[in-house]
Protein backbone atom coordinates (compact mmCIF):
# COMPACT_ATOMS: atom_id res chain seq x y z
CA UNK A 1 0.00 0.00 0.00
CA UNK A 2 1.11 3.27 -0.64
CA UNK A 3 1.60 5.04 2.40
CA UNK A 4 0.80 7.36 4.36
CA UNK A 5 4.42 6.58 5.74
CA UNK A 6 5.85 6.77 2.69
CA UNK A 7 4.03 10.23 1.66
CA UNK A 8 4.89 11.16 5.50
CA UNK A 9 8.70 11.67 4.28
CA UNK A 10 8.35 14.53 2.53
CA UNK A 11 7.54 17.22 4.81
CA UNK A 12 6.83 20.21 1.42
CA UNK A 13 4.23 19.74 -0.75
CA UNK A 14 5.39 17.44 -3.76
CA UNK A 15 4.57 19.98 -6.07
CA UNK A 16 4.66 19.83 -10.04
CA UNK A 17 6.52 16.60 -12.30
CA UNK A 18 9.47 18.34 -13.01
CA UNK A 19 10.72 18.64 -16.89
CA UNK A 20 10.80 15.57 -18.65
CA UNK A 21 13.82 16.72 -20.82
CA UNK A 22 15.87 17.76 -17.60
CA UNK A 23 14.73 14.02 -15.96
CA UNK A 24 14.65 9.99 -16.07
CA UNK A 25 11.87 8.72 -14.51
CA UNK A 26 9.30 10.21 -11.54
CA UNK A 27 10.52 13.46 -10.11
CA UNK A 28 8.45 16.17 -8.37
CA UNK A 29 9.58 19.57 -7.76
CA UNK A 30 8.37 22.18 -5.34
CA UNK A 31 10.25 25.72 -5.17
CA UNK A 32 10.16 27.25 -1.83
CA UNK A 33 12.10 30.39 -2.58
CA UNK A 34 13.03 32.04 -5.78
CA UNK A 35 15.51 34.13 -6.59
CA UNK A 36 15.39 38.14 -5.84
CA UNK A 37 17.18 41.18 -5.93
CA UNK A 38 18.02 40.28 -2.27
CA UNK A 39 19.33 36.67 -2.64
CA UNK A 40 21.29 35.10 -5.21
CA UNK A 41 19.38 31.92 -5.08
CA UNK A 42 16.28 29.55 -5.32
CA UNK A 43 15.32 26.55 -3.27
CA UNK A 44 13.73 23.84 -4.24
CA UNK A 45 12.38 20.71 -2.86
CA UNK A 46 12.55 17.69 -5.51
CA UNK A 47 11.63 14.36 -4.98
CA UNK A 48 12.53 11.41 -6.74
CA UNK A 49 10.73 8.33 -6.76
CA UNK A 50 12.78 5.24 -6.79
CA UNK A 51 15.40 4.84 -9.69
CA UNK A 52 14.40 8.45 -10.94
CA UNK A 53 17.28 11.31 -11.55
CA UNK A 54 18.26 14.20 -13.00
CA UNK A 55 20.46 14.73 -16.46
CA UNK A 56 23.64 15.02 -15.84
CA UNK A 57 24.35 19.15 -15.40
CA UNK A 58 26.40 21.72 -13.49
CA UNK A 59 25.43 24.74 -11.71
CA UNK A 60 27.38 27.68 -12.72
CA UNK A 61 27.61 29.03 -9.12
CA UNK A 62 27.08 25.79 -7.56
CA UNK A 63 24.28 23.93 -5.51
CA UNK A 64 24.16 22.58 -2.33
CA UNK A 65 21.86 19.83 -1.48
CA UNK A 66 20.26 18.56 1.77
CA UNK A 67 18.44 15.28 1.80
CA UNK A 68 15.67 15.11 4.26
CA UNK A 69 13.85 11.73 3.52
CA UNK A 70 15.26 8.26 2.19
CA UNK A 71 18.45 7.39 0.18
CA UNK A 72 20.02 8.51 -3.05
CA UNK A 73 22.44 8.64 -5.20
CA UNK A 74 24.97 11.52 -6.44
CA UNK A 75 27.85 11.56 -8.83
CA UNK A 76 30.43 13.87 -9.74
CA UNK A 77 31.81 12.98 -14.01
CA UNK A 78 34.70 10.83 -13.21
CA UNK A 79 34.33 9.73 -9.63
CA UNK A 80 32.26 6.71 -8.66
CA UNK A 81 28.39 6.91 -7.98
CA UNK A 82 27.80 7.60 -3.91
CA UNK A 83 24.77 6.97 -1.31
CA UNK A 84 23.42 9.56 -0.21
CA UNK A 85 21.01 9.09 3.07
CA UNK A 86 18.52 11.26 4.79
CA UNK A 87 20.34 14.01 6.79
CA UNK A 88 23.39 14.62 4.41
CA UNK A 89 24.39 17.95 3.45
CA UNK A 90 26.43 17.96 -0.17
CA UNK A 91 28.23 20.52 -1.89
CA UNK A 92 28.40 20.83 -5.55
CA UNK A 93 31.35 23.06 -6.67
CA UNK A 94 30.62 25.56 -9.58
CA UNK A 95 30.20 24.21 -13.36
CA UNK A 96 31.06 20.76 -11.80
CA UNK A 97 29.44 18.09 -14.00
CA UNK A 98 27.18 15.80 -11.73
CA UNK A 99 23.62 14.04 -11.29
CA UNK A 100 21.51 13.39 -8.35
CA UNK A 101 18.95 10.95 -7.66
CA UNK A 102 16.82 8.09 -5.55
CA UNK A 103 18.54 4.87 -5.14
CA UNK A 104 16.87 2.10 -6.94
CA UNK A 105 14.91 1.14 -3.76
CA UNK A 106 13.86 3.94 -2.14
CA UNK A 107 12.38 7.30 -2.65
CA UNK A 108 14.66 10.36 -1.99
CA UNK A 109 13.71 13.94 -1.10
CA UNK A 110 15.65 16.66 -1.35
CA UNK A 111 16.51 20.39 -0.64
CA UNK A 112 18.58 22.20 -3.74
CA UNK A 113 19.67 25.59 -2.72
CA UNK A 114 21.35 26.64 -6.37
CA UNK A 115 23.33 29.96 -6.41
CA UNK A 116 22.61 31.87 -9.59
CA UNK A 117 24.58 34.87 -9.70
CA UNK A 118 23.55 36.12 -13.13
CA UNK A 119 25.19 33.05 -15.13
CA UNK A 120 21.33 31.00 -14.57
CA UNK A 121 20.87 27.70 -12.55
CA UNK A 122 21.70 24.74 -14.59
CA UNK A 123 23.16 23.64 -17.34
CA UNK A 124 21.36 20.86 -18.18
CA UNK A 125 23.62 18.10 -20.01
CA UNK A 126 22.61 14.45 -21.58
CA UNK A 127 20.91 11.72 -19.60
CA UNK A 128 22.34 9.30 -16.95
CA UNK A 129 21.96 6.11 -18.86
CA UNK A 130 20.95 2.73 -16.84
CA UNK A 131 24.50 1.67 -17.22
CA UNK A 132 25.82 4.83 -15.38
CA UNK A 133 22.75 5.05 -12.95
CA UNK A 134 23.99 0.69 -12.15
CA UNK A 135 27.47 1.70 -11.83
CA UNK A 136 26.78 1.63 -7.81
CA UNK A 137 26.10 -1.80 -7.81
CA UNK A 138 29.97 -2.95 -8.85
CA UNK A 139 30.75 -0.37 -5.79
MN1 LIG B 1 22.75 19.59 -9.19
Redesign the pocket.
Same mark, same amino acid.
Given at each position: MDTAANNSEVIFPKGEPAPADYFTGKVHLQMLAQKTESNEYSVGSVTFEPGAR?NW?T =?PAG?T?IVLSGRGLYQEKGKPVRTINKGETII?PSNLE =?W =?GASPDSRMNHI?ITNDKGAGGVVWLKPVTDEEYNAHEKG
Open positions: SH =HQLC =H =HA
